[in-house]
C-alpha cells in the first residue's frame, strides 16, 4: 500500500479502537450529550499525555512525525494488544519487511517434506496451509472433507479469504459465519500492516469489497491477531453438528506460511462424526 493507503489504514483503525471504549471503563461520565460512543479524541490525548490537535492529526492520517514512545501512549490509552500495537507500529512508522515492496504474485509456495509429513498425520485435525497473500498453498484430506475439494478450484482463485466469501460451502458450514469470518479477517490485517510495502493487499482488498458489500463492514469491524484461538461450531450437511478449536501456528522460515489447525473438541463425538465422514467420502 502506498503512504496515503497506510495512513488511512491507521485512521480508521484509530477510530475504530477509541469508539470501543467505554467512557464508564475509565471513570468518566457517560452524559447525555454524547454524539458518538466511545471516547472522545481529546480524552484519548489526555489519557496518552499528548496534546489534541496532534492526536486529531494522527487519528485524520495526516503525515506527521511519530515516535515510538509516543505511539506507546497511544496505544496504552486505546488498551490495545500486543498484536494491534505491532499494526499501528507499522502503519504509523512505515515499518516493513524489505521482501514486502514486491507487488507482483507470490512465487508458487512449496510445501515441504516434513510440513508434508506433518498435514497426512493430522488425521482427523481439519489443516490448511496458507502464504502471506492468504492464498491457500497445502491441505491435508480431514480439511478437504469438512470444507471443500480445494483440488477442485483452480490453483489462482484458491485464496481463503475470498473463497470464504465466494463459497456457498463455508458460509452454510459455519453456523456464526460473521465470527468465523473476523477469525481470518483478523489474521489477513496482521499481514496487511505487516507488508505496508505491497500493493496487493490494497488491490485485494478494493476488489473484494467491490464484489462482497459484507466484507468492508467485516474488514473494518475486525481485530489484529497473529494467531486468534477460538471455538467454532460446524454444521455439516452429512453428519450434523461439530465442534472445533482453532489454532494458528506460524510456519518459521522465509516462506511465511501458516497453519489453521481444527482440532475436535474433547468430550464431544466430532472426531467420530469426522471419522464417519472420511469414512463415506471414500
Request: glycine share 4%; net charge neutral.
Amino acid at each position: 500500500m502506498n503512504a496515503q493507503d497506510r495512513l488511512h489504514a491507521l485512521s480508521t483503525f484509530l477510530k475504530l479502537k477509541r469508539a470501543q471504549i467505554k467512557p464508564e471503563s475509565i471513570g468518566l461520565p457517560v452524559g447525555s450529550r454524547r454524539r458518538t460512543p466511545g471516547l472522545r479524541r481529546e480524552e484519548v490525548a489526555q489519557l496518552a499525555g499528548v496534546s489534541t490537535t496532534w492526536y486529531t492529526w494522527l487519528e485524520q492520517g495526516r503525515d506527521i512525525n511519530v515516535s515510538r514512545s509516543v505511539l506507546d501512549c497511544i496505544a496504552n490509552a486505546l488498551r490495545l494488544s500486543k498484536d494491534e500495537r505491532e499494526y499501528v507500529y507499522d502503519l504509523a512508522l512505515g515499518t516493513t519487511v524489505a521482501t514486502s515492496h514486491v507487488t507482483e504474485a507470490l512465487p508458487v509456495s512449496k510445501m515441504n517434506p516434513s510440513l508434508e509429513k506433518i498435514l497426512s498425520g493430522l488425521t482427523y485435525c481439519p489443516t490448511i496451509v496458507t502464504d502471506r497473500h492468504c492464498h491457500i498453498v497445502g491441505w491435508n484430506t480431514a480439511a478437504a472433507n469438512v470444507f471443500i475439494n480445494f483440488a477442485t478450484i483452480p490453483e489462482s482463485e484458491r485464496n481463503l479469504i475470498r473463497l470464504v466469501f465466494a463459497q456457498k460451502e463455508f458460509r452454510v458450514l459455519a453456523v456464526n459465519w460473521d465470527h468465523f469470518a473476523k477469525g481470518f479477517l483478523s489474521i489477513f490485517r496482521t499481514y496487511y500492516g505487516q507488508y505496508v510495502g505491497d500493493e496487493w493487499y490494497t488491490t485485494f482488498i478494493q476488489d473484494m469489497s467491490r464484489m462482497y458489500p459484507e466484507f468492508q463492514e467485516l474488514w473494518i469491524d475486525s481485530q489484529v491477531s497473529k494467531a486468534p484461538e477460538m471455538m467454532i461450531e460446524f454444521r455439516h450437511a452429512k453428519i450434523g453438528k461439530m465442534l472445533f478449536d482453532l489454532t494458528s501456528l506460524q510456519v518459521q522460515g522465509e516462506s511465511d506460511l501458516r497453519c489453521s489447525i481444527y482440532t475436535p473438541v474433547e468430550h464431544t463425538d466430532t472426531e467420530k462424526k469426522l471419522n464417519r465422514l472420511m469414512a463415506l467420502n471414500n
